[in-house]
């Protein structure tokens, strides 16, 4: 068989693979750990019947391995279950939230990615001049606050103050495109701020990684212009690290979408966790975590997927 | 010791005036932590230096406080997960073989999940103590030292000089202690500088979704969640802790910043 | 001085920028004030040891510094122009132009990701000397005249998928196929093994001849230069030490360190008998590596005498260090077995007893890597004394200052770091705590390759002292056959896993030989001007008559 086919196959099975481990692992966490479901949704003065009650109804009985399976099967079919608080059906609630998370994360890469890339080439070029420097220490500033003081600095100073923006970032399907846009202006904007940092400083590390190889010197002392020396020469072995950071940094977006999700009371995926976690709603918090879970494990893969295609020696084998 | 940068004076500066306000909260703060001592959200006054918060309580007593708790938690999970991931790490690049794989395995399991996700996965069933919050965070963050500890252990295991101790025929613990752990404490002292930060920002972030550092107690992120309605009415003490974290941080990143490099440039020689 | 020349260097000064641990970074000169000149046609030989500025003469020809090279001062003409003073696009017209370079790992310098055509002709095209067309027509024609196979189509392959000596003279095309005036060879065979190395250099040799173009030949390696160049320079500490004609650099050396130079390798020993029992016996030994699936030994069988030297010899790839594994016990062979002081050694180091492992020591290659860096000469050396004798206190110390005695480095010595030492110096250091156990026996693992010439000799010549003192064998790895003509009783030649040859030094040096040593005896270079010619026409009867 073809190698790469070969590598591809086994790089999209191991996925799967941790994919699964990963439902055992949040499956196992939930259910293990102490703490009473049952006893959490009642509360501390709950008569034992009506425990014993609630215990036999979500099945709380059953042997866990056929709870997990049960569990997983569910999944498997889009089933996640009802959620214990509100008796609602978890796929549906998730349906929209997922879609409101995705529309956000999705505008703060289309910003992020390009800009990140654009700055951490800038930096190489004027490496060790001011325009490094002013660009690393404003990441390492930002890097040093976590998202949400980001998010209420910059409510603070531009919605409130300046009033560009609104505060709160609702949004509903009867908004047209831009209205949408409009309300998650800030919100994208914070993400981005976060991300951008990371996914700067990872890049500006690829490429001068790159641009320290031997083959760069070689091109240097054919006398071709910068230009063409990054193009033909570092360009095409940059690829592959240039796409693992910017993956790694998207799955670094799913993360900031939940607290910035709480920041602007967006109704996304993330929102709806953290509520979750609070009022201890362990279905739809191994269904979040399943979700974000599989996102993560994606875009991971995506990753090794580009740099195996992108690696000469398995594209043209001996 | 007399040759330190400036940057990195002013990073230990800062950082040892955070740690000693942490130290001496009680005989710092004006007053009570929990004590109700003025209206809602009165502004900075020669009473109260930084204002009153959500329910009337003095802001500079609730920052002061609020450290101490951050930095305490922030500290011992640091240390759990340091001393669990680097001994664990370290082991598993030593013993090599299956134990090495299965833990290595085990590790890139947990680290499929982002960190934040599975600790709130892992919360929703756990009851929300400081005790717990720092073991959660401690064991969840000690799967990134493992493998830093890990590689570096595992370039040091590769070297000449520790064969030529295996061929003497030393015992594994003198080759952890004596031969690889002295080489492989620079990287992971200053990797400590960032797990701090991390942490702090860490449970920050958990006590501003509520799922941190319970109230009446307080901590920097809990005074965010607190006082976060104001913002709408342009009071800003929600946005204190962002100034001290920011500076806490970025001194330890200074001075973890210089750890690095007296210690890389070092290697080996005495400076 | 004359005006006819392709390249005029008058008081050539260079800085870097250096960053010694605990101090602050800081500029100091690596080359003082170099002068010469360079005909069109001719080659000229820059030799010197590791730091003696070479490289960095040679990319100054093109006004490139390397890292935090700085050229401070002097004049560089090319073609009748100071490039030092010419814009930076004139430069870049220079470069891969007017004067192209060939460096020594061809592997690293070619893309990964481009075929070897694309670079090759990359230059030429760019400076506008040729079509693209024509240019990859020049190519095919370089690639015929360097010997490469299939020269049609070996353009459209990528830089993995050929050998390491097929790259190094695609990287000579990619330096002739502009049609340069001037061609910097950096250490272009230093990289490859012996028996290719003849061939890279004899079509390098060729390559210049025929295209007429002028060359700056950098190596480390006298007998190399002495093949190729017309003018030799030899450096030292960014100095020239002497400046003339082949012919009187390698016959008639003024200065003492160019003598000491030409004459390296010349270490008189005389072979000693076989006596009645070897102290190590390697019995037919099969090895693999474990999750491989074929052997990297065949059957080996050597035997080392008491207080004598067997040197296994051969290239990379022969065996020769995975005999040394299996005989330390760090790779249990499939089959077979050593006899070691008149006991059989368990396979696996991790079962043998302390005497077995005092007894049988091991000095590596690269000495920086084999001491840890966080203790002290002191702790390194008494470790051992310590482990094996149970010394401390003033005792060890005593016995520390003795063995540094035996190396002949002093008691000061003692404090310090491996950091402070010069390479010599740590393999001495080295070699005392081999020698702290009392060892019948020291497996030496290429300790000299990672050297200078002269202090290599150094470490020879304390190597055999040391044998005379302490009566211990040595166990000598090496791919150099000068090295093994200095210090071997008995000589094992290596060649894909096989013992090729075995015996007494004069017999396994004298002919007749079997094809294979005749090779590799016959590709070490000589000191001795038109020794590659000789060596090529000899081969070439050879197979015209067989």
């Not at chain 1, 977006?253 to 709806?272: R, T």
């Not at chain 3, 005896?521 to 008559?545: C, D, F, N, T």
């Amino acid at each position: 068989m073809n190698p790469i086919v070969k590598l591809l196959a086994q790089r999209i099975a191991l996925s799967l693979l941790l994919l699964l481990m990963i439902s055992v692992v949040i499956f196992v966490g939930t259910m293990i750990l102490p703490g009473d479901v049952a006893q959490s949704i009642l509360g501390q003065s709950a008569t034992p019947e009506a425990l014993a009650n609630l215990r036999a109804e979500l099945g709380l009985n059953d042997p866990p391995v056929a709870r997990y399976f049960q569990w997983l099967f569910g999944a498997l079919q889009g089933d996640l279950g009802t959620a214990l608080t509100s008796g609602q059906d978890i796929t549906s609630a998730i349906g929209s939230r997922l879609s409101n998370t995705l529309f956000l994360a999705f505008w703060a890469a289309l910003i992020a990615v390009p800009l990140a890339i654009f700055l951490g080439l800038l930096a190489v070029r004027y490496k060790d001049r001011w325009p490094d420097k002013l660009i690393s220490a404003v990441t390492l500033a930002s890097i040093s606050i976590p998202e949400f003081l980001i998010g209420y600095v910059l409510m603070y100073l531009i919605a409130v103050k300046l009033r560009w923006f609104p505060s709160v970032a609702m949004i509903n399907d009867s908004m047209n495109l831009w209205q949408k846009l409009n309300s998650i202006a800030l919100p994208v904007a914070v993400l981005t701020l976060v991300v951008l940092a990371h996914m700067m400083r990872m890049t500006r590390a690829a490429i001068l990684n790159v641009m320290q190889s031997a083959y760069i010197e070689t091109a240097e002392l054919k006398g071709l212009s910068t230009f063409n020396v990054i193009w033909r020469h570092a360009f095409p072995n940059s690829i592959a690290p240039i796409v693992n950071v910017v993956m790694l940094n998207l799955a670094y977006l799913v993360v900031g979408v939940v607290v910035i999700e709480v920041v602007f009371v967006y109704p996304g995926m993330g929102q709806y966790l953290v509520d979750h976690v609070s009022k201890r709603d362990v279905p739809v918090v191994q269904a979040c975590g399943l979700i974000f879970a599989a996102v993560y494990i994606g875009l991971n893969m995506i990753a090794d997927i580009v740099s195996i295609l992108s690696n000469p020696r398995l594209r043209h084998p001996k | 010791m007399k040759n330190i940068p400036l940057s990195a004076l002013v990073g230990l500066f800062f950082t040892a005036l955070y740690f000693l306000g942490a130290l001496f909260a009680p005989l710092l703060a004006p007053y009570g932590m929990a004590e109700v001592v003025g209206d809602v959200w009165e502004p900075s006054s020669a009473e109260f230096w930084l204002g009153t918060d959500n329910i009337g309580r003095d802001l500079l007593s609730r920052m002061i406080y609020g450290g101490r708790t951050t930095i305490f938690i922030a500290t011992v999970a640091t240390i759990i997960s340091f001393t669990t991931g680097a001994v664990v790490g370290i082991f598993a690049a030593v013993a090599g073989g299956w134990i090495d794989q299965v833990l290595s395995r085990f590790v890139d399991l947990i680290m499929s999940i982002p960190t934040l996700i599975f600790a709130l996965v892992v919360l929703s069933v756990t009851p929300v103590t400081v005790p717990m919050l720092i073991l959660v965070m401690g064991l969840l963050d000690s799967t990134r030292v493992f493998r830093l500890a890990r590689a570096v252990a595992v370039d040091i295991e590769v070297m000449d000089f520790v064969e030529a101790a295996r061929l003497r025929g030393e015992r594994t613990a003198w080759i952890i202690f004596r031969e690889i752990l002295p080489n492989a404490l620079s990287p992971l002292v200053a990797e400590m500088g960032l797990r701090f930060i991390f942490m702090v920002l860490f449970v920050s972030t958990l006590s501003f979704l509520g799922l941190g550092v319970q109230p009446p107690e307080a901590d920097w992120g809990g005074i965010v969640k607190e006082n976060k309605d104001g913002i709408v009415y342009g009071i800003p003490a929600a946005l204190l802790p962002a100034f001290a974290i920011a500076t806490l941080a970025i001194s330890v990143n200074l001075v973890a910043d210089w750890v690095l490099n007296r210690t890389t440039s070092l290697k080996g020689g005495r400076g | 001085m004359t005006d006819t020349a392709v390249l005029k260097v008058r008081d050539l000064k260079i800085g870097a920028t250096i960053y010694p641990p605990g101090e602050k970074p800081h500029e100091i000169e690596i080359v003082h004030g170099i002068s010469f000149d360079l005909e069109p046609g001719k080659v000229l030989g820059l030799i010197g040891e590791s730091g003696a500025g070479k490289s960095t003469i040679g990319l100054a020809s093109m006004a490139y510094g390397r890292g935090g090279v700085e050229i401070t001062g002097g004049e560089v003409w090319v073609n009748g122009r100071d490039i030092l003073q010419s814009r930076h696009s004139d430069i870049r017209k220079l470069r891969g132009g007017e004067v192209t370079y060939v460096s020594q790992s061809a592997a690293a310098s070619f893309n990964p990701a481009r075929t070897i055509m694309e670079q090759v002709v990359e230059a030429a095209v760019e400076q506008g000397k040729f079509s693209r067309r024509d240019a990859e027509g020049r190519a095919r024609e370089l690639f015929a005249k360097l010997g490469l196979p299939d020269p049609d189509n070996i353009g459209a392959r990528y830089p993995h998928q050929v050998s390491g000596g097929q790259l190094q003279r695609c990287m000579t095309a990619l330096a002739l196929c502009p049609e340069p005036d001037l061609v910097v060879f950096d250490e272009p065979t230093t990289a490859l093994d012996v028996t290719t190395q003849i061939d890279v250099l004899m079509a390098i040799k060729e390559a210049i001849r025929d295209t007429g173009v002028a060359a700056l030949y950098i190596t480390h390696d006298l007998a190399v230069v002495a093949q190729v160049s017309d003018d030799i320079m030899v450096l030292r500490h960014g100095d020239t030490v002497e400046y003339g004609p082949v012919d009187q650099i390698i016959n008639t050396p003024q200065e003492e360190y160019t003598q000491a130079l030409v004459s390296v390798r010349s270490i008189d020993h005389e072979e000693k008998a076989p006596t009645e029992e070897p102290v190590l016996s390697v019995r037919n030994i099969t090895a693999r590596y474990k999750g491989t699936k074929f052997d990297v030994l065949h059957n080996v069988n050597v035997d080392l005498y008491p207080g004598q030297t067997l040197a296994v010899v051969g290239e990379s790839g022969s065996g020769k260090s995975t005999l040394a594994r299996v005989i330390t016990g760090l790779l249990p062979p499939r089959e077979g077995e050593i006899h070691f002081a008149g006991r059989t050694l368990t396979p696996d180091f991790n079962a043998r007893s302390r005497e077995d492992l005092r007894e049988l020591q091991m000095i590596y290659q690269m000495a920086d890597v084999a001491m840890n860096p966080r203790q002290t000469v002191g702790t390194i050396i008494g470790r051992p004394l310590e482990f094996y004798f149970g010394l401390r206190g003033a005792k060890k110390r005593q016995r520390i200052i003795e063995l540094l005695d035996e190396i002949e480095l002093g008691e000061s010595f003692m404090d310090r770091y491996p950091a402070e030492l010069s390479g010599g110096q740590k393999q001495r250091v080295c070699i005392a705590r081999a020698l702290a156990a009392k060892p019948k026996m020291i497996i030496c693992d290429e300790v000299t390759s990672a050297l200078d010439p002269l202090v290599a000799d150094g470490i020879l010549k304390l190597l055999l002292n040391l044998q005379k003192i302490e009566d211990v064998a040595y166990l000598f790895i090496t791919h150099d056959l000068a090295t093994v003509r200095a210090i071997a009783d008995n000589i094992a030649v290596m060649y894909k896993g096989k013992v090729q040859r075995y015996g007494q030094k004069s017999q396994v040096l004298s002919p007749p030989f079997d094809d294979y040593t005749d090779l590799l005896l016959s590709s070490v270079p000589e000191m001795k001007i038109g020794w590659l010619e000789e060596v090529i026409a000899h081969r070439k009867m050879e197979s015209a008559g067989n």
